[in-house]
């Protein structure tokens, strides 16, 4: 069994696009639109094609999450039709993704004596306490 169950796939000729509508079994709450984009382009052997995730919604009580993605064969027509909010968006994501493969797991190191200072403030109510 697979974790993509297809809903729709219609073909939309007016817009020159398809429109996949996909669950997620198992995947609520834990699927990334860049991610899904990229199931759905290894399912549909769509490489070479934009693949945009427009829609990902989950159901209360359910690890299903129903995504609606829109397939171009031409990168133009997609920036003529789709807001260029989204593309920033996924390039956003694509850079923080490889960005967090590519650094490496930075050490924890104690605080210096000098950074575990307390406020003055606290000082000084110390200090008055003393009195």
């Known amino acids: 069994m697979s974790i993509i169950e297809t809903?729709?796939?219609v073909s939309?000729?007016?817009?020159?696009r398809r429109e996949i509508t996909c669950n997620f079994a198992g995947l609520g709450g834990k699927l990334k639109k860049?991610?899904?984009?990229?199931?759905i382009t290894k399912e549909f052997k769509l490489d070479g094609k934009i693949v945009i995730?427009?829609?990902m919604k989950t159901f209360a009580g359910k690890p299903v999450v129903t995504g609606t993605f829109y397939v171009y064969e031409d990168e133009k027509i997609a920036k003529q039709q789709v807001s260029p909010v989204i593309f920033e968006r996924l390039d956003k994501g694509k850079k923080k993704d490889s960005a967090v493969e590519e650094k490496p797991q930075?050490?924890?190191?104690e605080a210096t004596p000098a950074?575990?200072?307390?406020?003055?403030e606290v000082k000084a109510e110390q200090e008055e306490k003393k009195e």
Do not use: C, G, R, Y
């Open 7 to 9: 809903v729709s796939d």
């Open 12 to 16: 939309n000729p007016f817009l020159s």
């Open 34 to 39: 860049i991610e899904a984009a990229d199931m």
């Open 53 to 55: 995730p427009v829609k």
């Open 106 to 109: 930075e050490q924890k190191t």
């Open 115 to 120: 950074e575990k200072t307390e406020p003055k």
